[in-house]
Structure formats: C-alpha cells, structure tokens
C-alpha cells in the first residue's frame, strides 16, 4: 500500500508527514488521521475515537501519561484496527485532554505490524503487513 504524505490536521500546512487514515474497531466508515511515529512506543488516540467507536472503557487499564508536553488521563484497551484492507489487533491508550487534530501509531502498536519504508524525498511512504513476526 502506497501514501503520499499529508498536512496534519490542525497544522498550519507548512510541512507534509506520514499520516495514515486508520479504521477503529470496525468502524469501517468512520476513519481517523494518524501519524506514523516512530517515536512513540505506543498507539495514542484521543478519547472522542473511542466514544464514538463504542470502543468500551470499562475494562481498559487506567494511567496517566505525557503526550506533547500535555499530561493525559489515558485508558488502554485491546482494539481492532484497519488501514485499507489490512486489520490487526493492538492496544491503544485513549487519552484526554487531547492536544492534536489527529492520532499517534507507535512502534509496539503499528511498527509490530506493518514494514514501512519512508520516501521523504518524494513525500511518500509504503506499508505491508508483517506476516513474518510473532505479534503478541
């Protein structure tokens, strides 16, 4: 699966970055922007996502953790995720406040599950499914 590379929501368009449209718990029709940050060990999402998913809380672990300089309430759970035609199983921490117009993918919760090779040169990025490794 090829991508171009997009502006951020909520940026001020000065820059183009890896950002993915991801499908949440088979939310086939509701997709989310999200950036491919291979700083972040984890999936980050806003707690509307969830909300508006059905994705339930109630059983989610609760912490408190900084993203962006910002400390969040954060509950992560078990989900289902989907980038084209590809699903995969992974934990995300919902978290509120949430400062961004958009979702972080992280190394344990995407880089696990899919190869990626970045172009930036030609703003564009490729993903394929990692069906070699063992995915917890």
Request: glycine share 10%; charged share 20%; aromatic share 12%.
């Amino acid at each position: 699966m090829r991508f171009a590379y997009k502006e951020l929501p909520g940026d001020d368009g000065d820059f183009l970055r890896p950002v993915v449209a991801v499908g949440l718990a088979g939310q086939e029709s509701l997709s989310h922007a999200c950036l491919i940050d291979s700083g972040a060990l984890h999936n980050r999402f806003a707690l509307w996502t969830a909300e508006t998913a059905g994705v339930p809380l109630d059983e989610g672990i609760r912490t408190r953790i900084a993203v962006g300089g910002i400390i969040c309430e954060a509950v992560t759970v078990p989900v289902e995720l989907r980038i084209g035609d590809v699903d995969w199983h992974a934990a995300v921490s919902f978290c509120d406040p949430w400062p961004f117009g958009f979702n972080l993918l992280g190394q344990e919760g995407f880089f696990r599950f899919f190869e990626a090779t970045f172009q930036a040169s030609r703003y564009s990025f490729e993903l394929q499914p990692d069906h070699g490794r063992s995915h917890p």
